[in-house]
């Protein structure tokens, strides 16, 4: 099994943990402050593992155009976030997770579009059941 398989699979579990998680910390909490206690935690978090693994740069010796998509990357993560405990606050969590699945959907679309990554059939089929799924949970 691959080792991106593997990372993969951590990251789709702890996100289901996020949401369960997340769903009981914004229902005594306004969820823009709950955002933020999670970024803090997630900031001390990976800033411990950078130095255990002692993986830390000069700013200086960045490459410029990484730097600044990470921090494009950086503000759609956080506006996601935002986004999701809100909804969070708002609705239930077993509808709530299934509609930010279907970022797999725009991740399909702008791959092929931004990054050239091919639209085979296997792709389009799994993104359509990845929608179909997620209309079925999430629409009442």
Not at 63 to 70: G, I
Request: glycine share 8%; aromatic share 12%.
């Amino acid at each position: 099994m691959n080792n991106w398989f593997l990372f993969a699979l951590g990251s789709a579990f702890f996100a289901g943990l996020t949401a369960i998680f997340g769903k009981i910390g914004v229902s005594q909490l306004n969820s823009n402050l709950a955002t933020f206690l999670r970024t803090v935690v997630i900031l001390l978090i990976t800033a411990g593992v950078v130095t255990w693994r002692r993986e830390w740069e000069p700013v200086h010796q960045l490459p410029v155009r990484a730097s600044l998509f990470l921090i494009f990357s950086a503000v759609a993560t956080g506006l996601s976030w935002l986004c999701y405990y809100r909804a969070l606050q708002l609705g239930p969590a077993s509808q709530v997770a299934p509609v930010d699945k279907l970022s797999l959907a725009f991740v399909i679309v702008l791959a092929a579009v931004f990054l050239g990554e091919p639209l085979t059939w296997r792709v389009l089929v799994g993104g359509s059941l990845v929608v179909a799924g997620t209309l079925t949970l999430a629409i009442k």
